[in-house]
């Protein structure tokens, strides 16, 4: 934790007042275990970026996980971008946490645009659990999706969707 306290001081001193760290499955702090531990030792200088897509392939909660942070006044930035299970690979591969390149049919899931991989009353309830946690940051989309004809096209569908099922 040294080395996160003098960068928290150092945040500090140039007038940095959170720092959000991504639920990446390849960082140290991916949960809401590891969140919670790191602001205990640096403080509540530290919060999370919240993306679900990595949650959903994770095997975790995107709603639990932002009901909890919430709770602690820890959610300090969302990603509107989704990821789809392919449960056919999944069965067999399980989930690969640490392999994101590769065709996307041999993988085990794939990012795509928001709402192709969870419907619209998933994301309606994921932004009501964060407006009831208070939290009304920003939500910015993230696109990766290997399917769409080219990024542009995955933005617009995510911007269209997201527009639907936010709650402002």
Not at 75 to 95: A, E, F, Q, T, W
Request: charge should be negative; charged fraction near 20%; aromatic fraction near 10%.
């Amino acid at each position: 934790f040294d080395f996160w306290s003098r960068a928290a001081d150092l945040a500090k001193s140039c007038g940095v007042e959170t720092i959000a760290l991504e639920n990446h499955p390849m960082n140290l702090v991916y949960n809401v275990p590891t969140v919670l531990k790191l602001r205990e030792a640096v403080g509540d200088i530290i919060g999370l970026n919240l993306d679900p897509s990595h949650v959903f392939f994770m095997g975790g909660d995107p709603l639990a996980m932002a009901r909890e942070l919430c709770k602690q006044k820890a959610v300090y930035h969302v990603h509107g971008k989704d990821s789809r299970i392919n449960p056919h690979i999944k069965g067999l591969d399980c989930y690969e946490q640490g392999i994101y390149n590769g065709p996307a049919i041999t993988r085990s899931w794939n990012y795509v645009a928001v709402g192709y991989g969870h419907d619209a009353l998933w994301w309606k309830t994921f932004f009501a659990t964060l407006a009831e946690g208070d939290y009304h940051g920003p939500v910015s989309i993230e696109v990766e999706d290997p399917l769409m004809p080219n990024n542009l096209i995955a933005i617009q569908k995510s911007a269209a969707f997201l527009k639907e099922t936010m709650l402002s």
